[in-house]
Structure formats: structure tokens, C-alpha cells
């Protein structure tokens, strides 16, 4: 019996985390990236990738498509509307084996809450360029006939990607907005939830994706700061900090909104590794107990 393959549409952080559990059970995995060093990297992951973004079209589609029983999607979309679904909707389409699907958005959907709960029922009401371009690539997914789930991450980290890096690196700052409140989800979490999908499909359904315990996010900086035994960064207020902030970070703080994750929970059966940020940092510590210094 052939081994079922998974197809990643950008084999990025989260991407590559449902790869190597899927790959460890055995499944074939391709997918695309967007540079020939990457892909190098990936084929020795034992992952066979293919050069693909908004400029560059995926080569020979049907071909490299072929034999595909998951997929998943997780290229953001840009000005221009989503990349695969512009240039491959079609090819697409006509893929017969496709037992599951999966596409990676934001909770940035939901807009801005002013510190309220949401859930996947809530309407979705962006405040911002992005948050629109989410919700139309959502829609389009969704309408392409295939089995698609749509999963609504919330504000990612893990290894290499963390409040305990950025403190080590000295580029932490505790920036306060008064009510500022979001969810967060690690990495390895969100690989749970999508195995946990993928083992019960319903074509269709909309998970939120994140922890328990949404903060704002200058206690985050504080207990990656106390685990590493450093004296935390000033506390700035938004209102000064925002002019030197990049256009990214000032987006982030746009919303403030507490996203609920009982669906992972009650319909998938998924039980947080890391419910809250504190569990995420303390492994996370653990992992890696101090910076690397070397080659090796």
C-alpha cells in the first residue's frame, strides 16, 4: 500500500512541524519553498521541494501534484489576493485523491475585540488590509471543492522563535497598551491540532488555534526574563514606542481580543502540550539552556 504524501503550499515554521511527524509515520512529503538553498535543506530533510511564489508559478503543476492525498496551504496572501489559488485553482480542482486539506489563517479575522472573547461562530470583522486579504483567502479555499479546513492560528512561537530568544538577543521590549490583551499558540501545538484533523476530516469546519491563557504581551518578555535570571527591559507606553516600532510589530497591537479553542478540544480531542505561555517558555528554556556559541 502506498504511503499516503502530503503537499505543503510554503514549507514554512508550521508547515515543516506537521512534516516531520507526518515523515516519522512513514508519509512521503513534498512541497514548496521559495529559494534553491532552502530547498537543498529541505531534500535533506528528506523533502522533496519545488520553487514557487507570487512571481513564479509552480512548474509542471499536474506532476508535482500528482499522488497528493493532504494538503496544506499556508503561503499568506498578499495585495494581489492568494498566490496558489491565483495561479493554481484549477490544477487544483481536478485533484481526485485529496482526502484532507488544510489552510493556515490568522485570528486577525476577528479584528479587534477591545479585550473580549471570540469563537470561530463570531463574525469576522478585520480592521485592517491584511485581516481582509485573510478573510477573502479563506473564502476561496474554502469554495474550491476540495475536503479544506480552515485553522485560525493565533500569534506563534517555539524554538528559535520566542520571547526567550529575543531576550537573549537583546531585542526584547515591554511595551505597555493599557487593555491590550492576545492569544498565542506553540508550534508544536499547532502540528497536534492538524494530526488531530487530519485523523477525523469534516470538510468544511473553522478551528481556532491557541492556548489557554491569552496576555498581554509584556508578560510574556517579564517571565522569559525571570526564567533567564535578567533584569527586564524598561516599561515603554505604546503611545511613545509605536513611532519606532516596525509596521509589523504596530499591527499586532491593533487588536485586542481573547480567542476561545474549545473546538480543538471538544471536536478533535486535542489537549494542549502547552496551555499557556509559562508551560511554552519553561520547555522551551529546557530545550535549549543557553545560547549557542558554536559550529556544532
Known sequence: M?????????????ALALAERVLARG????????????????????IEAFLFDRDRPLDRPAERLAGATHLLASVPPDAAGDPVIDH?????????????????STTGVYGDRAGQWVDETSALAPSGS???????AEQA???????????RLA???????????????????????????FSRIHVD?????????????????????????????????????????????????FADAQASMSDMARSFYADSKRVRNDRI???????????????????LLAFSPRPSTGSG
Open 130 to 136: 491584511r485581516g481582509e486579504r485573510r478573510v477573502a
Open 189 to 237: 501545538d499547532i502540528a497536534a491540532v492538524l494530526m488531530a484533523s487530519i485523523a477525523r476530516p469534516d470538510p468544511g469546519a473553522v478551528y481556532n488555534v491557541c492556548d489557554d491563557d491569552p496576555a498581554p504581551p509584556h508578560e510574556v518578555i517579564d517571565e522569559a526574563c525571570r526564567l533567564l535570571g535578567v533584569a527586564p527591559p524598561p516599561l515603554e507606553r
Open 2 to 14: 502506498t504511503a499516503p504524501r502530503l503537499f505543503c503550499f510554503g514549507l514554512g515554521y508550521s
Open 27 to 46: 508519509w512521503r512529503v513534498a512541497g514548496t519553498c521559495r529559494g534553491a538553498d532552502k530547498r537543498a535543506e529541505l531534500a535533506r530533510r528528506g
Open 88 to 104: 493554481h485553482a484549477t490544477d487544483l480542482r481536478q485533484l481526485s485523491g485529496i482526502r484532507w486539506a488544510g489552510y493556515l
Open 155 to 181: 500569534g506563534i512561537y517555539g524554538p528559535g522563535r520566542s520571547a526567550i530568544d529575543t531576550v537573549r538577543e537583546g531585542r526584547a521590549r515591554r511595551i505597555d497598551k493599557p487593555g491590550q490583551v
Open 141 to 151: 479555499w474554502l469554495g474550491l471543492g476540495l475536503p479544506v479546513h480552515v485553522f
Open 265 to 283: 478540544k471538544n471536536e478533535l480531542g486535542v489537549r494542549l502540550t502547552y496551555p499557556s505561555y509559562r508551560e511554552g517558555l519553561r520547555a
